[in-house]
């Protein structure tokens, strides 16, 4: 996108974290992957040391964040998907289009996102395609998984501008 790296809302951002769910200690996401705060992958480092690095400082997690380490390390997870999309996106997005993409990324990964037919599209100006693209990502293992129907809706409702309201 021209102008840099643009950061997601804190409309964004509350959203993301309602859809993601919030925990303060280590759980099994839907894939059985270690997990804690807001779908933070436990890394092999971090397994390995027992702590997580949030704002610098080396974070020990066995006994779980509190909200304010949960929220930092959301901030800190969310930069490189900022960058990603801020990135490999070509033509301008508002705010909430952003938003959804981050979101989306977030979910889907970098990876899936670089190769995607959504970001072949959306940078050849076909903003329109980009409802029908995101609910094309609606599988886990080869079968479509209601969360994940869910999950795509409402990153379409907040791309089409539609009022969401985080709980």
């Known amino acids: ?38 779908g933070h992958l436990i890394t092999a480092e971090e397994k390995r040391t027992g702590t997580i ?14 909200k304010n380490q949960v929220s930092l390390l959301l901030r800190q997870d969310l930069s490189r998907f900022e960058k990603a999309v801020s990135d ?15 979101a989306f990324v977030f979910n889907i ?6 190769k995607s037919t959504l970001l072949r599209l959306l940078n050849q100006g076909n903003y329109d395609s980009v409802p029908e693209q995101l609910r094309r990502w609606n599988k886990a293992a080869g079968q479509v998984v209601q969360g994940l129907v869910n999950r795509r809706e409402k990153e379409v409702a907040l791309w089409l501008d539609k009022e969401l309201v985080p709980a």
């Open 109 to 114: 990964g970098i990876g899936g996102f670089e």
């Open 53 to 66: 690095i949030i704002d610098g400082a080396h974070i020990p997690y066995e006994a779980g964040l509190t």
């Open 88 to 102: 490999m996106v070509a033509v301008s997005l508002n705010v909430n289009q952003f938003d959804a993409l981050v």
């Open 1 to 38: 996108m021209k102008g840099g790296v643009m950061e997601m809302s804190a409309h964004g951002i509350a959203l993301l974290a309602q859809w993601e769910g919030i925990r303060e200690d280590t759980y099994k996401d839907s894939a059985g992957l270690d997990t804690i705060g807001v």
